[in-house]
Every structure is written in C-alpha cells, then in structure tokens.
C-alpha cells in the first residue's frame, strides 16, 4: 500500500510539470528570412509572418536550423553562438534572459543572452549584440 500513496504523490507533483512541456521552447527552428535585409532582421511580428515565410521561396532554400531539446540548443552552422548548453532564468515580461556555453567556432564561452517568443511560431534570440529570429518547423 505504502508503494502505491508514493506512487500517486510523485504522479501528483509531476503533473505540473508535465502540463507545462507544451510551454517550452523544444522544437526545430528555421532561420527567418523575408523580402528584404531589414525585414529579416526585424523577425517575425507575428504567426501570420512565419506562415508567409514557410510558403515563400526563401523557405525552400533554408540552410540554417536551430534545434532545441531540453538545455541543449544546437545550430547547424559551425560559427553560430546558439549551439551550447544553456541554462534559462526567470522569465520577466515574455523575455526569457539565458545563459549559453557557446561552441561555436567563431567565438567560444559563456555568453549572455535573451530569448522571447513571437505568437507561437516565432522566436527572436539576442546574444552579444546579435539578434537571430526563428519560426518553428516542428517539435
């Protein structure tokens, strides 16, 4: 009996948990692009953007994937600062600051950084001065 109420209060505890998965961020992200250089930049504003990208021919020829499972955030290209272990903060108004041991060829160590969602889609990454906007592909 005494295995069973243990059972049933860890499935309890856990339940909050588990019903926050849906809020991570775990997912593969391609790399946003648009019409121009400053729209790029910018990154989506909303859903509606990254749905348009997706349908667009800039999509076709994306080579650039950001994947994230856990703490673990990996880019496909070899000098991207969003390849490492991360650790997340509290988030504070949609802004979710981040600490990240970057691998990245380019410039390795510990960085600072933030991450906020756009819609459900979007994400916009600063790291060091530089911004990199994804839309979800898939989970």
């Known amino acids: 009996m005494r295995i069973y109420a243990t059972i049933t209060a860890l499935t309890l505890l856990a339940a909050p948990a588990i019903a926050d998965a849906s809020n991570t ?7 946003y692009q648009a019409a121009t250089a400053a729209e790029t930049e910018k990154g989506p504003r909303n859903d509606e953007d ?16 950001l994947t994230i499972s856990g703490n673990r955030w ?3 290209q070899d ?12 988030s504070k108004d949609g802004v979710v600051p981040f600490t990240i041991d970057s691998e990245s060829e380019g410039d390795s160590g510990l960085a600072k950084g933030t991450v906020k969602r756009v ?3 979007g994400l916009s990454v600063a790291i060091s001065g530089q911004r990199f906007n994804y839309c979800k592909v898939s989970d």
Not at 50 to 56: G, K
């Open 50 to 65: 990254c749905r348009r990208f997706f349908a667009s021919d800039l999509f076709q020829y994306v080579a650039e994937y």
């Open 119 to 121: 819609g459900r889609l």
């Open 79 to 90: 000098v991207s600062a969003v390849t490492g272990n991360v650790v997340l903060e509290q």
């Open 74 to 76: 990996d880019d496909n």
């Open 25 to 31: 961020l775990d997912g593969r992200y391609a790399f």
